[in-house]
């Protein structure tokens, strides 16, 4: 395991949001992998099988579904989702389990669609449970949909990308996201981006240069 810890995040305008310096401190990296599940884990994957980290930290902006998260807020997420992995039919719609596979096997565990991160939690942020999917949701009859199969309070287009690649190559990691707008019908002029950004940014300040910052990722 290195001594260095890596920040991934999807885009770099997120990025830029978050952070506003020339250089990272030298003991930290910089990884953008591009919008989406795919692209994170293939850009993410290769990384790991090129470099040692001590700790990973994901970050980035998240719809909610559960409105007792104010927008602008952060959460840890603790357990992630890929909730379009499965199957439907005329009697309903099938996961992994259900089908009988599973999406990897974590020191003897059969884990199927949700994967937990055993990483202790040093945040101090509240710990939610998360939907990674392809298209962001924009009905309320898809927001129904998604909660009538799975109980959670976020959802983004990485997180349990960075889950997966983390377990499979035994990385400790954190995965902080800032609350942008609810799920809910589609309405942009609701969202407070440039809030959530600015939250995470200020988060993230005190993280890289507080006196314990070396305590705190360990």
Request: with cysteine.
């Amino acid at each position: 395991m290195g001594n260095k810890n890596l920040i991934v995040v999807a885009t770099h305008l997120e990025w830029e949001g978050i952070y506003s310096g020339n250089n990272l401190p030298p003991n930290w990296d910089l990884l953008i992998t591009g919008i989406g599940m795919v692209n994170t884990a293939f850009q993410l994957g290769r990384h790991l099988a090129l470099n040692k980290y001590q700790h990973i930290w994901n970050l980035g902006i998240a719809g909610a579904f559960d409105k007792d998260l104010p927008l602008g807020s952060l959460a840890e997420v603790r357990i992630d989702c890929f909730p379009e992995l499965g199957s439907l039919t005329d009697s309903g719609w099938l996961n992994l389990q259900d089908l009988g596979f599973s999406l990897m096997n974590e020191q003897g565990k059969q884990i199927y669609n949700f994967l937990p991160n055993p990483t202790p939690s040093k945040t101090g942020l509240v710990s939610v449970t998360g939907l990674t999917i392809n298209t962001i949701t924009g009905t309320e009859s898809r927001k129904t949909e998604l909660l009538s199969r799975f109980q959670a309070d976020i959802e983004t287009m990485e997180s349990a990308a960075v889950f997966l690649a983390c377990l499979q190559m035994e990385v400790p990691f954190t995965c902080v996201r800032s609350i942008s707008n609810y799920v809910e019908s589609r309405n942009t002029a609701n969202w407070k981006v440039a809030e959530a950004l600015a939250t995470l940014k200020c988060w993230l300040a005190d993280i890289l240069f507080s006196k314990n910052a070396a305590q705190e990722v360990q």
